[in-house]
């Protein structure tokens, strides 16, 4: 650092120092240490300069100019404090083409400021001749474009690994830790994984996002953020609005929806438009990147998908309640198609519930009124969830009929399908590995890049070649053995004899209900197509 005598040389500089591994940097040449130690040496016969201040951005990208040290030393500048620039090369004050450009030939001439890149030979106080001028442009583009090249690479490696399956988030998600030993992957977090079972159980059960919510506060379970916290990770969130966040009903939706639970990694929702533009944009989503049986699920699938389906429904509660109504979001009319109302009544003879056709309720002239009693409704869709529960137990005895049905094929052509396109997967991976090996020799690429890409891609081609292995053999199976049962049939069967609803019981079952009139319903149950197939193998056989 120079001394006091220096006090009162000409240029008032700043060192501005940037290091960021999103451009490619190289730390052990790009080192904050390094870019100040060059620049103190470069400044040794310098008696014009006299550095004022150091500003340093670690881990800012070069391509946009929105980072705080660097605007913190543009503030000085406007304020008169500062009237020379040193960096180590240009590429430390930014790889943005055009910007970097208007910056150095036109803002910091107008405004008297010294500009100088050490490397690159550049020093606006000391230019003999226009040659300095005429080659700073293309400096600067070369500097654009290997941000460019860094960012496809970068994007192209986080593709290749979302489409092996591996997490590539910065933080995992709630109900998650990351696995020490494999790189990538998932592992269930249990104290958080008991919170997401129980907000899955709590929404079948009839509880809405908001009673969910409440219930954890009450209980004094962090939010996902605070757990975040107490595990000491260095987490920001747009989110947080408060000092201590709690959970929401935003945030309780987050969870219901996130497919992740279930086993399967879903990415790629989000992208940016390109290496220059940070802001991101949602992706539709067909063109999600999915991978089934990742890691360890924590809800099944069924019991997501009855979230998912509860979700569509009608949420409201009465005024001051807090869960559901048995039949809310289930009964439609069987005249318009329309939600059917619960009304309360009290007479004489005491109180009772009803349901109405919503359309009739706010116009008798478009639709009758379908009415029908709550108890009575109750007692006719009890009945008929016996009879079906008795015919799911029946099916027991039907299991080797199963693996004839026309279900067995379609199910069998749809891993077909998935088959051919893990092949054709391992192709693309494989060629990609030859001309990484290409680049490599045409000098394209350094060693470690090339390393590192070499890797990225044999380790897809395991993963694709693990893929089909296991797809080959799921189809031989499905040629000999039933694939009709599933979880929630067991489930269905532990029960036993039935005594009453619940909405539980519902939302496991049951798909909707028709109200004809107040003594002809129809129940329509999930999987129903399933349950046809076998009746009919039942009247064949």
């Known amino acids: 650092m120079p001394g006091h005598s220096d006090i009162d040389k000409k240029y008032q500089a700043a060192l501005y120092i940037r290091l960021s591994k999103e451009d490619g940097d190289k730390e052990e040449s790009n080192s904050v240490s390094n870019q100040r130690d ?138 998650y830790f990351r696995d020490q030993e494999r790189k990538g992957k998932l592992v269930i977090d249990p104290v958080a994984a008991e919170v997401v079972r129980d907000i899955f159980d709590m929404r079948i059960k ?75 944009i949602k992706v539709s989503k067909e063109d999600w990147i999915r991978v089934e049986h990742t890691h360890e699920a924590i809800i099944a699938k069924e019991d997501f998908a009855i979230v998912q389906k509860r979700m569509l429904r009608d949420t409201r509660t009465a005024p001051g309640g807090t869960k559901l109504h048995l039949f809310s979001g289930f009964l439609r009319c069987g005249g318009c198609g329309g939600n059917m109302v619960r009304k309360k009544i009290r007479s004489a003879k005491g109180e009772y519930c009803y349901y109405i056709c919503s359309s009739n309720k706010n116009d008798t002239s478009v639709c009758s009124s379908h009415r029908i009693r709550e108890d009575g409704l109750s007692r006719a869709v009890l009945e008929m969830l016996r009879t079906h529960l008795f015919l799911i137990i029946t099916m027991d005895e039907l299991k080797e009929m199963i693996g004839k049905l026309p279900l067995q094929e379609r199910e069998a052509q749809r891993r077909c399908r998935q088959l051919e396109e893990r092949r054709k997967e391992l192709t693309r991976y494989q060629k990609l590995k030859i001309s990484v090996y290409e680049d490599y020799k045409e000098a394209l690429l350094t060693k470690r890049e090339y390393l590192e890409m070499k890797e990225d891609y044999e380790g897809s081609c395991r993963q694709m070649e693990k893929a089909i292995e296991t797809l080959e053999r799921e189809v031989c199976s499905l040629v000999k053995e039933s694939r009709l049962h599933s979880p929630w049939i067991e489930r269905l069967k532990e029960r036993g004899t039935i005594s009453e609803l619940d909405r539980g019981l519902l939302a496991m079952t049951v798909e909707e209900i028709i109200v004809m009139d107040s003594e002809h319903i129809q129940v329509h149950f999930q999987y129903q197509d399933e349950f046809q197939i076998v009746r009919q193998a039942m009247k064949e056989g």
């Open 38 to 175: 060059l620049i103190y040496s470069f400044l040794e016969d310098k008696g014009d300069i006299q550095v004022c201040e150091e500003k340093v951005d670690d881990g800012y990208s070069g391509v946009g100019f929105d980072r705080p040290a660097l605007n913190s030393m543009l503030e000085d500048v406007k304020q008169g404090k500062i009237n020379c620039i040193i960096v180590k090369d240009l590429s430390r004050f930014g790889r943005n083409y055009i910007e970097t450009g208007r910056y150095i030939q036109q803002i910091f001439p107008f405004m008297g400021v010294r500009f100088i890149a050490i490397n690159d030979h550049y020093d606006s106080g000391h230019m003999d001749s226009q040659a300095d001028n005429m080659l700073l442009p293309f400096k600067n583009l070369m500097n654009d474009s290997y941000s460019r090249d860094i960012s496809i690479k970068v994007r192209s490696q986080i593709e290749v690994r979302q489409k092996r399956g591996d997490y590539t988030g910065s933080f995992p998600v709630y109900g």
């Open 206 to 280: 009839g509880c809405n996002n908001r009673r969910i919510a409440d219930y954890l506060n009450e209980h004094g379970i962090p939010s996902p953020m605070e757990y975040k916290m107490l595990l000491h990770w260095r987490y920001t969130t747009s989110f947080k609005l408060k000092p201590q966040a709690k959970w929401s009903s935003m945030a309780v939706e987050r969870i219901l929806k996130n497919e992740i639970y279930t086993g399967a990694m879903v990415q790629g929702k989000e992208k940016t438009l390109n290496y220059k533009v940070k802001k991101r």
